[in-house]
């Protein structure tokens, strides 16, 4: 196979979009399959321009024969460079017929067409977006060409006895040699990014679902034999989703059959493509002995996800990869909707909110901080980030709060009629969802061309002589790189105002009555709302259910923000104003104050005894904001003093409950009797985990002994992994003998030794450096299967701010050298994971020149990857 090609390194701009020169109407593909080599023909039906050359893309292909209309093409008619081929003179309606070879076990990019397991035993497998396809052969490898497939897979029978593609059924057969073949023709036309295909040896179960306008559709979902088993939830959660889609938003499945195949060798979580979903194991595969609540969770998540995009992105496609927020943010935003009926809403917008602002606002701040629509790109794999994905969703969320839930409805009704079976743009979006309501929404575009996180400032005043409060809100977003000017965005906030016994008080605003609760809409640099008929002084409740993706600034006092954490009805600005006074007590741990730290401890042990509120609530509420988060205040930051400063206000949280009563909170919430994953037990496993950990942080030898004890005891993956979690982090004394004992009953099971990697890998500080370079040594440690490098390298980079973040800089040096080594083999993985160095610029001096110097001596390596070299790039920039 030719060496990676030297691709051009000029951006791609959304400002030089033009519709594809040619198009294809119908695509038919054969296959016949090997591990070592397999050889693709594609037969192309082309409509265009005949003076224009045609052009293809297609990279790393073994070029065997080439014809058109069945006649072989001359040599003076096209030309091969390293990522295209050209045809000269090519008539409308013409087929074009390649025939290349490939070499899928040679694979390791895990792109294009690839083995995922071992040559004897593994699968076939096919990943195409966003730019897979022209690996597998030559096409118009864009999303705005849009074809009709039929596709045909030969392969040896014994080998490959499970042939599957996109689409429905359409034969299949024996042939010479112990050979078979099967056919599968998809009536919608689809860009090349949704084509799939897997061929091995694979396990099935089924289910019969009947969609609500009547169509019988078999349900499959495959995996390799001793997986088969755990893949019982999933179809239980793809029932739900497509239920849930049906009557959510009205939305059928269109095809009579789904199938769905989990694989340990994925690049990223899952891929919808049309009628195979491909799926990451990690979020498929779910049994209670090896898979945590969280992680059930996830696999409820990511299937519903992907089944979503069957209408959101697969229906309704993209245009261009500058419009991928919108098949992602809107289906991950249609997958919290569905997560939240299938749980609890406000924990489900708590779990969001914490994840955008420990993913996505970081990016934002930083040196990679983009649009949700980007502007350019050099490589569009290192785009499917948080702030398209993250940000994304809440750019639809903030759409659909100002629509209400029956106009977003119906926006979304007429969005998905008017593009059903076209490449769209965001400007279709808006403007199919303000048609539908009578409304301008092009004023959010602006939301979706500028970077960086808008800072919200409230201001009150209040005149207790005419009853009168104004809230004055202003807006600001800190100038970046490639946008000096920053402009005012539409900013709804959610509020309403307590009185000081923390009862929510009527509003009255512009001579109207709003109830308790209203949104007003900030749209210029700053204006003020007037509120009459208020009897005194308020609390305001600002942004309530995270209104606007922003960071706000409001000069509570500490007992303003006491009052909301236990008053507001609202879990989720409950949870809010209690991350506020959080980080307020951080910044007293620092500066030796401890007016917030006293109100933050005191309120929260108050709730603590309190026994009619949720458990899970109750859990995060006495999670301070992560690591991660809290860097965000500092000006130089020191991620050991920050860990070691969060610890000291969690123990002071702890000692303000007090080891007695956590300890017996612990022993009602460890029950015994089976396991329950309903919502009530997945609620108390995460209470008596967090009453766990702050118990180790004042009781250190009680909560060892407790951990052992869970640990040995455990009926489940989630007790097992956090008793030995807090047993690792602490260098307790059953540590080892946990890990050894956690590694021989779970040797077989990748997923559960990932997370036996991971645990390691989140070491506090100093030792963590030494434990990951251990493991590296470790036999069942490989740079070749992302989960396993994600779980170490990954982790520690990523999760472990104290461990990674090391002042003698050696943590840094370690991430470049095996990122080299990662480029080597898998890009994509190398470059998402050189993220862990965002941030560096305001780290404090001497960790800010050792980062620096890793990154240049790294960005000096010859031969690094168009991904790579673009995030190393632009990390090092500014
Ligand atoms: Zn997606």
């Known amino acids: 196979m030719p060496a990676r090609p030297e691709t051009p390194t000029a951006p791609v701009r959304l400002a030089d979009y033009t519709p594809p020169a040619w198009r294809v109407s119908d695509v038919a593909l054969e296959f016949d399959l090997g591990i070592d080599s397999s050889e693709v023909t594609a037969h ?6 005949s003076d224009v050359p045609l052009r293809l893309d297609g990279e790393g292909l073994e070029l065997l024969s080439i014809a058109v209309d069945g006649a072989p093409l001359h040599a003076d008619r096209w030309r091969q460079s390293d990522v295209s081929l050209e045809v000269d003179g090519m008539r409308d309606g013409s087929v074009l017929t390649t025939r290349v070879r490939l070499q899928p076990a040679a694979n390791t990019a895990l792109e294009g067409l690839y083995l995922s397991g071992s040559r004897e035993t593994g699968f076939l497998l096919t990943q195409c977006e966003a730019e897979g396809f022209r690996h597998i052969t030559f096409f118009p490898d864009r999303p705005d060409v849009l074809a009709r497939y039929t596709v045909t897979l030969r392969a040896d029978k014994a080998r490959f006895p499970v042939l599957l593609a996109g689409g429905n059924p359409d034969g299949a057969g024996e042939l010479a040699e112990g050979r078979h073949w099967a056919r599968f023709v998809d009536p919608h036309p689809k860009p090349s990014y949704l084509f799939a295909l897997v061929a091995g040896r694979l396990e099935k179960i089924e289910h019969d679902y009947v969609t609500a306008e009547g169509r019988a559709v078999k349900l499959v979902i495959w995996s390799e034999a001793n997986a088969i088993d755990s893949c019982h939830y999933a179809m239980d959660a793809l029932v739900r989703s497509m239920r849930w889609d049906e009557q959510a938003y009205g939305r059928n499945y269109d095809l009579d059959v789904f199938h769905v195949v989990a694989t340990h060798d994925f690049n990223m979580g899952a891929m919808e493509n049309k009628g195979l979903n491909i799926f990451n194991a990690k979020y498929l595969l779910a049994d209670p002995d090896t898979t945590t609540d969280d992680e059930y969770k996830a696999v409820e998540a990511v299937v519903a996800h992907e089944y979503f995009h069957n209408w959101s992105g697969n229906r309704v496609t993209c245009r261009d990869w500058f419009q991928l927020s919108l098949k992602e943010g809107l289906t991950v935003f249609r997958e919290q909707q569905f997560s939240a009926d299938m749980n609890s809403p406000p924990l489900k917008r708590i779990e969001d909110v914490a994840l955008l602002r420990r993913a996505q606002f970081p990016e934002d701040a930083g040196p990679l901080a983009h649009p949700v629509r980007p502007a350019e790109y050099r490589e569009i794999n290192n785009f499917y980030t948080a702030t398209v994905y993250e940000k994304g969703a809440e750019l639809v969320r903030m759409l659909a709060g ?14 998905f009629a008017e593009n059903d079976g076209r490449a769209a743009t965001l400007e279709d979006f808006l403007g199919a969802l303000g048609a539908a309501n ?7 575009l602006a939301w979706y061309g500028q970077s960086g996180t808008p800072r919200l400032r409230a201001r009150g005043r209040y005149e207790a002589e005419a009853h009168r409060y104004t809230l004055t809100l202003s807006q600001h977003t800190p100038p970046s790189a490639s946008q000096p000017d920053k402009h005012p965005v539409p900013i709804p906030v959610k509020l309403a105002l307590f009185d000081r016994d923390g009862a929510m008080l009527p509003l009255h605003l512009d001579g109207r009555t709003h109830g308790v609760e209203t949104v007003v809409v900030l749209d210029t640099a700053e204006r003020s709302f007037t509120f009459e ?3 005194q002084a308020p609390v305001p409740s600002l942004l309530r259910g995270f209104s606007a993706p922003v960071l706000i600034e409001c000069d509570y006092a500490p007992a303003e923000l006491a009052l909301l954490l236990t008053h507001d009805p609202d879990g989720f600005n409950r949870w809010e104003a209690g991350q506020q006074l959080a980080a307020r007590a951080f910044d007293d741990c620092r500066s030796g104050n401890s007016q917030a730290l006293d109100a933050w401890t005191g309120a929260l042990a108050q709730l603590f005894g309190k026994p009619d509120l949720d458990a899970a609530l109750l859990a995060d509420l006495l999670t301070p ?3 991660i988060e809290l860097a965000e205040r500092q000006e130089a930051v020191d991620p050991s003093q920050i860990h070691a400063l969060r610890q000291t206000m969690q123990r ?3 000692q303000a409950i007090g080891a ?8 009602e919430l460890a029950a015994s009797g089976p396991l329950a994953l309903d919502a009530a037990g997945k609620a108390g496993r995460r209470l008596q985990r967090r009453v766990l950990e702050l118990l180790a942080l004042i009781a250190a030898d009680a909560a060892h002994a407790l951990a052992i004890g869970q ?9 097992r992994l956090t008793a030995l979690a807090v047993l690792v982090r602490h260098g307790a004394d059953g540590a080892t003998d946990a890990l050894a004992e956690f590694r021989q009953r779970h040797a077989d099971n990748p997923l559960a030794m990932d997370k036996w990697f991971a645990v390691q890998a989140q070491i506090p500080g100093e030792p963590a450096l030494a434990r990951v370079q251990a493991l590296e040594q470790d036999p069942a440690f490989t740079l070749k299967n992302p989960n396993r490098a994600r779980a170490l390298l990954g982790t520690f980079a990523s999760s472990n701010p104290s461990g990674f973040h090391r002042a003698d800089g050696a943590g840094y040096r370690l991430l470049a050298e095996r990122l080299a080594m990662l480029d080597a083999l898998n890009p994509q993985i190398a470059a998402r994971l050189a993220t862990a160095f965002n941030g560096w610029q305001r780290l404090e001096p001497v960790r800010r020149e050792a980062a620096r110097q890793a990154l240049t001596d790294l960005a000096d390596r010859p031969g690094l990857s168009r991904n790579l070299s673009e995030i190393v790039a632009s990390v090092l920039s500014r």
Request: aromatic share 10%; net charge positive; proline share 6%.
């Open 44 to 49: 192309l039906t082309l409509h265009g321009d």
């Open 660 to 667: 007695v009563a956590l300890e017996q909170r612990y022993r």
């Open 625 to 627: 904001p992560g690591e």
């Open 533 to 535: 008929q208020i009897p």
């Open 402 to 415: 100002r629509l209400g839930s029956e106009g977003f409805r119906r926006g979304m009704d007429r969005y």
């Open 711 to 719: 640990f040995r005891s455990a009926r489940g993956m989630t007790d």
């Open 652 to 654: 002071r949280l702890g």
């Open 438 to 444: 009578g409304i301008d929404l092009m004023p959010y």
